[in-house]
């Protein structure tokens, strides 16, 4: 079964400081892409990062970074100098492509949330 | 460039009335659209996704349906909402081909059903 695991429901960081959120995931497919999304308490769906199954080098976007293991299927978010405003829910995702039908499903993991402390 | 609207913002019905939710995307062509619901505090989950015009799949079987009349209009509708309807409604487009993976979110409609 196709799932992504968000193991850490909440975390807290201090200011500067860099914190990793976890996430596992689980398919058979062999081509897939992974994202990171945040979510601030106004509800928009902000995109953050993706990573391509076949990619060899980890993503990289400013101040995050996708550390992506592949053989143990993880794709943690790094921040690097967390800023107040970063305090948000995270949300790990993963694309299944479908070759048939050229549909792009989207599976999202429970998130953590993220507070960080001036 | 590509903009995604939804209406309402913020919806209160009470249980058994009707539900419309429009989504419309302006400046792209044929995009992958979703529609997603998250209920308080929790993950997204896929409701309905559809790669053009009148071709819906359902993701999860309810009192829900969805309609595309138009190749960047999707609608969100019930006949008669449940009080487990009520949450955060999403909906996002992705480019319809290869290449560009992202998915690009409306600002979210929040429905209370009382």
Redesign the interface.
């Known amino acids: 079964a196709q799932k992504i695991t968000q193991t850490q429901p909440g975390m807290f960081v201090q200011e500067k400081e860099a914190v990793t959120l976890d996430c596992t995931y689980d398919t058979s497919d062999q081509s897939y ?1 992974l ?1 990171w ?1 945040k979510q601030p308490s106004s ?3 902000i ?1 953050l990062i ?1 990573q ?1 199954s076949y990619d060899e080098q980890n993503a990289t976007e400013g101040r995050y970074s996708l550390n992506f293991q592949k053989a143990r299927k993880s794709a943690n978010l790094v921040i690097s100098a967390s800023q107040l405003g970063d305090s948000a829910m995270y ?1 790990c ?1 993963m ?1 299944r ?1 479908s070759l048939f ?11 953590t949330r993220l507070k960080v402390l001036a | 460039s590509q903009t995604i609207h939804q209406w309402p913002a913020t919806l209160v019905q009470p249980v058994g009335s009707p539900l419309s939710l429009e989504c419309t995307v302006e400046g792209t062509s044929n995009p992958n659209l979703y529609w997603y619901r998250q209920a308080a505090g929790r993950g997204l989950q896929l409701l309905f996704y559809s790669v053009g015009i009148g071709q819906i799949s359902s993701e999860v079987p309810q009192n829900l349906s969805a309609s595309r009349p138009q190749d960047r209009q999707f609608i969100l509708s019930s006949k008669k909402l449940l009080l487990s309807d009520s949450g955060f409604y999403l909906c996002a487009w992705s480019h319809g081909t290869s290449g560009n993976y992202e998915q690009y979110f409306g600002p979210g409609t929040r429905l209370t059903v009382t």
């Open positions: 892409g994202f999304y509800g928009e769906m995109f993706y391509g949300f995702a694309l492509n039908t050229g549909t792009y499903k989207y599976i999202f993991g429970t998130g």
